[in-house]
């Protein structure tokens, strides 16, 4: 005997999120949504933080590291968005496959992140005072001199013969400031090598707040907090 009961076909709904182009477009939403609030990957682009990380590494930057009221401390590694003060800051690409390459990079992080993207290391906060040098050569933060382990060929600083009381001054030496509201003073490991927030007050004693340059609060992407590639370079920052 044949059954000729209707075939009862799948609610309008389950067939549109059943299909293959609605679950495409679905993980790529979420995929959006993870790296606009919670991290995404960063392509590190110079020498500027070397030996702690290298051309060419990809690292994983926490954007919640500094959210519901946290702020970078000293010693931590952030990307931000440079403003025109940094040579220039953000540039948008006129040529559009520069500007489709900078995308792809941005989402996986394998090429340039972003128009004029950044990465370096926090030395102080706002409201805290950084001069350079204490005697034996270090950078000097509320009165205390840090211990910076991870800095790499730094400029020349011999007490006595080249220092900030010499002539001519060690390139070391920076003028006291008082990092402003909402802004961060950094600056590369490889100091030597790095364009940073200080490079243009290197070797002066006289106070010219001018040639300092800041990450501000609102610019600052997130925490570097893992080198993600090349595989032997697995680590935590």
């Given at each position: 005997m044949?059954?000729?009961a209707?075939?009862?076909r799948?609610?309008?709904?389950?067939r549109?999120?059943?299909s293959?182009?609605?679950?495409?477009c679905?993980a790529?939403?979420?995929?959006?949504?993870?790296?606009?609030f919670?991290?995404?990957?960063y392509?590190?682009?110079?020498?500027?933080?070397e030996q702690?990380?290298?051309?060419?590494?990809?690292?994983?930057v926490n954007?919640?590291?500094?959210a519901?009221?946290a702020?970078?401390h000293?010693?931590?590694?952030?990307?931000?968005?440079?403003?025109?003060?940094?040579?220039?800051?953000a540039?948008?690409?006129?040529?559009?496959?520069?500007a489709?390459?900078?995308?792809i990079g941005?989402v996986?992080?394998?090429?340039?992140?972003?128009?004029?993207t950044?990465?370096k290391?926090?030395?102080?906060?706002p409201?805290?005072?950084?001069?350079c040098?204490?005697a034996?050569?270090?950078l000097?933060?509320?009165?205390?001199p840090l211990d910076e382990p991870?800095v790499?060929?730094d400029?020349?600083f011999?007490?006595g013969?080249?220092?900030?009381t010499?002539?001519?001054?060690?390139p070391r030496?920076?003028?006291?400031?008082?990092?402003?509201?909402?802004?961060?003073?950094?600056m590369g490991?490889h100091?030597?090598?790095s364009s940073?927030?200080?490079?243009?007050?290197?070797?002066r004693t006289?106070?010219?707040?001018?040639?300092?340059?800041?990450a501000h609060s609102?610019?600052i992407?997130?925490?570097?907090?893992?080198?993600l590639?090349?595989?032997?370079?697995?680590?935590?920052?």
């Amino acid at each position: 005997m044949t059954d000729d009961a209707p075939v009862s076909r799948r609610p309008l709904w389950r067939r549109i999120t059943g299909s293959f182009l609605f679950q495409l477009c679905a993980a790529f939403v979420v995929f959006g949504l993870i790296l606009s609030f919670v991290a995404k990957p960063y392509w590190v682009p110079s020498g500027s933080m070397e030996q702690t990380l290298q051309v060419g590494d990809r690292v994983l930057v926490n954007r919640l590291a500094f959210a519901g009221g946290a702020t970078p401390h000293t010693g931590d590694i952030v990307v931000f968005d440079a403003d025109e003060a940094w040579d220039g800051g953000a540039r948008t690409p006129s040529n559009p496959l520069t500007a489709a390459l900078r995308w792809i990079g941005e989402v996986t992080g394998f090429g340039p992140s972003g128009p004029h993207t950044l990465i370096k290391r926090v030395i102080a906060g706002p409201g805290q005072t950084v001069r350079c040098c204490s005697a034996d050569g270090r950078l000097i933060v509320d009165g205390t001199p840090l211990d910076e382990p991870y800095v790499f060929q730094d400029f020349s600083f011999q007490p006595g013969t080249l220092d900030c009381t010499t002539t001519p001054v060690s390139p070391r030496c920076l003028p006291e400031v008082t990092v402003p509201k909402d802004s961060y003073l950094v600056m590369g490991d490889h100091r030597s090598n790095s364009s940073d927030g200080a490079a243009q007050c290197r070797g002066r004693t006289d106070p010219d707040p001018g040639c300092w340059r800041w990450a501000h609060s609102a610019e600052i992407v997130g925490k570097a907090v893992v080198i993600l590639w090349p595989v032997n370079r697995w680590s935590g920052l």
